[in-house]
């Protein structure tokens, strides 16, 4: 697989033990799908795809046997995991890929109302959400990236390279908030790439304390954080 984002990529036949190797389009690493020009889509189509088969299947077999409480444990559990793991990575910017994964959480959501003896039509998913105390997954992947952020800095994850991206900022004015240097970009691509977004949601986040705290500590206040602040 080459890698990049012209659509015009030059592409070099590379061969082991004089064997030819296959061109591919899609690789699975790590359990992230991969393609040349590192678009989210495909990954994202395929695992809202599982976690639809498994939120499906939590559905047929629990039938009216098992209380919403219930069923939160299993979503939380053995569905949501499947499209959050490794978001920091993958994490969307386009309407349209933020909305199929949010078509994952809603159906949930309406499961767990027609549970609750709410007909179909009449959930509204915002108060079924509120009631249980389930944040949106937007929310959650700006919590997943704040957390991701807090062990770079912290050295809880063992990545020089990661490291050395992050700038401190220093203010002029003490009143200046912004723990976080940010640089200007060319294109749209490294904008919205992690380092990027990960400095760019650090410096609003500034009333969590990135230093001189434990991960226990950091994660119960991001989460309370971006509870409070919804969507960003």
């Given at each position: 697989m080459s890698f990049g984002g012209s659509k015009t990529l030059l592409h070099f036949h590379f061969s082991l033990y004089g064997l030819l190797l296959d061109r591919v389009t899609v690789i699975k690493d790590l359990g992230l799908y991969m393609t040349p020009s590192l678009d989210p889509g495909i990954h994202i189509t395929k695992t809202c795809a599982k976690a639809n088969r498994i939120l499906g299947f939590i559905s047929r077999t629990s039938r009216n046997a098992l209380s919403p409480a219930t069923l939160k444990t299993l979503y939380v559990t053995l569905v949501r995991p499947i499209v959050e793991y490794g978001s920091t990575v993958w994490a969307p910017h386009q309407i349209g890929h933020c909305d199929h994964l949010n078509k994952v959480q809603r159906r949930f959501l309406l499961l767990v109302g027609v549970r609750s003896g709410i007909r179909y039509t009449d959930?509204?998913?915002?108060?079924?959400?509120?009631?249980?105390?389930?944040?949106?997954?937007?929310?959650?992947?700006?919590?997943?990236?704040?957390?991701?952020?807090?062990?770079?800095?912290?050295?809880?994850?063992?990545?020089p390279e990661l490291l050395?991206?992050?700038?401190?900022?220093?203010?002029?004015?003490?009143?200046?908030l912004q723990p976080f240097s940010r640089h200007s970009h060319r294109t749209v691509y490294a904008y919205q790439s992690v380092i990027p977004r990960l400095l760019r949601l650090g410096n609003p986040a500034h009333q969590l304390e990135f230093f001189g705290v434990s991960m226990l500590v950091f994660r119960r206040g991001v989460f309370s954080w971006v509870s409070e602040h919804g969507e960003h």
């Open positions: 959930v509204d998913i915002q108060v079924i959400a509120s009631q249980h105390q389930i944040l949106s997954l937007s929310s959650r992947r700006v919590a997943l990236d704040l957390i991701f952020l807090f062990k770079i800095v912290n050295g809880l994850v063992d990545c050395r991206h992050i700038d401190l900022h220093v203010p002029a004015a003490t009143r200046l």
